[in-house]
Nanobody, 123 residues
Framework: QVSLRESGGGVVQAGGSLRLSCSASGGTFSSYLMGWFRRAPGKEREFVAAISRWPGSVHYADSVKGRFTISRDNAKNTMYLQMNNLEPEDTAVYYC????????????????WGQGTQVTVSS
């Protein structure tokens, strides 16, 4: 079973950038559909972005399209989320997830989740 660990969260001013990383271990990373989700205070978990197995087609939530970029490096067993032009509404705990198949935007697709990393965007 793959284990996932997020890193790269922090505090940034509106308009700034962060890059999140999701490191995988214990599984064949390239076999997994990978996704990013987030949960803001008092809100439901929501889909952010997904990337298919190598070579990786991508899918974004409308709220982040044009600002966030998802990518993966199968040789390093790592997935990334480059977040630019951050807004206070992006403040949330960000989770990476691994799944086998299904809709990339559906949390039920994913069987493995990381512990999350906090992103705080100040206005």
């Amino acid at each position: 079973q793959v284990s996932l660990r997020e890193s790269g969260g922090g505090v940034v001013q509106a308009g700034g950038s962060l890059r999140l990383s999701c490191s995988a271990s214990g599984g064949t990373f390239s076999s997994y559909l990978m996704g990013w989700f987030r949960r803001a205070p008092g809100k439901e978990r929501e889909f952010v972005a997904a990337i298919s197995r190598w070579p990786g087609s991508v899918h974004y939530a409308d709220s982040v399209k044009g600002r966030f970029t998802i990518s993966r490096d199968n040789a390093k067993n790592t997935m990334y989320l480059q977040m630019n032009n951050l807004e206070p509404e992006d403040t949330a705990v960000y989770y990476c997830a691994a799944g086998w198949s299904g809709s990339g935007s559906d949390a039920a697709t994913y069987g493995r989740w990381g512990q999350g990393t906090q992103v705080t965007v100040s206005s």
